[in-house]
T-cell receptor
Framework: GESVGLHLPTLSVQEGDNSIINCAYSNSASDYFIWYKQESGKGPQFIIDIRSNMDKRQGQRVTVLLNKTVKHLSLQIAATQPGDSAVYFC??????????FGKGTRLSVIA | KAGVTQTPRYLIKTRGQQVTLSCSPISGHRSVSWYQQTPGQGLQFLFEYFSETQRNKGNFPGRFSGRQFSNSRSEMNVSTLELGDSALYLC????????????FGPGTRLTVL
């Protein structure tokens, strides 16, 4: 498969453990944030989103936390599985402007 | 509901040639955005079309252009290809609201020789 990023930060976790992926965003006026997962050979896949009037949102096995004070976003994956291995991107958005993506983090799950 | 589709999936061209990539958004979605993804630069925004009008444009040279048709399908064109244009080109569509989630297609892998 193609390489999404040759020099991405990598997080290695044991299968069954929880994973935390962090992202610092740049625009304090951003009002909408999204996490995407990209597997080799595929386009980014939506995981979860959060609006700026919230600080936490939960999905199935995933939780996104937003700290607007320090412009920080995190994605928590519970009970990480081999199928979670991928590159994870955060993206920020303000009003009608385009999404701005972070550089990505490669998650590697050790079976 | 079918997802975003892109054609072709893979393309090999030589320097100086031009290329046209196609994107069909999710049914009912009127906004289509294009991104370039490379290992060195990550995901970079090219342009966004909404109702056949370019709504936003990224910082790419004029060799990169696009258009959107009345059925919301979109094409992007790259003229006078350079080696550095080799990348994964991704299309994403979203629904009515400006903050609706963007859904991506599988991408077109362009290799310039």
């Amino acid at each position: 498969g193609e390489s999404v990023g040759l020099h991405l930060p990598t997080l290695s976790v044991q299968e069954g453990d929880n994973s935390i992926i962090n992202c610092a965003y740049s625009n304090s006026a951003s009002d909408y944030f999204i996490w995407y997962k990209q597997e080799s050979g595929k386009g980014p896949q939506f995981i979860i989103d959060i609006r700026s009037n919230m600080d936490k949102r939960q999905g199935q096995r995933v939780t996104v936390l937003l700290n607007k004070t320090v412009k920080h976003l995190s994605l928590q994956i519970a009970a990480t599985q081999p199928g979670d291995s991928a590159v994870y991107f955060c993206a920020e958005h303000q009003g009608n402007t385009p999404l701005v993506f972070g550089k990505g983090t490669r998650l590697s799950v050790i079976a | 509901k079918a997802g975003v589709t892109q054609t072709p999936r893979y393309l090999i061209k030589t320097r100086g040639q031009q290329v046209t990539l196609s994107c069909s958004p999710i049914s009912g979605h009127r906004s289509v955005s294009w991104y370039q993804q490379t290992p060195g630069q990550g995901l970079q925004f090219l342009f966004e079309y909404f109702s056949e009008t370019q709504r936003n444009k990224g910082n790419f040279p004029g060799r990169f252009s696009g258009r959107q048709f009345s059925n919301s399908r979109s094409e992007m064109n790259v003229s006078t290809l350079e080696l550095g244009d080799s990348a994964l080109y991704l299309c994403a569509s979203r629904g009515r609201g400006d903050t609706d989630t963007q859904y991506f297609g599988p991408g077109t892998r362009l290799t310039v020789l």
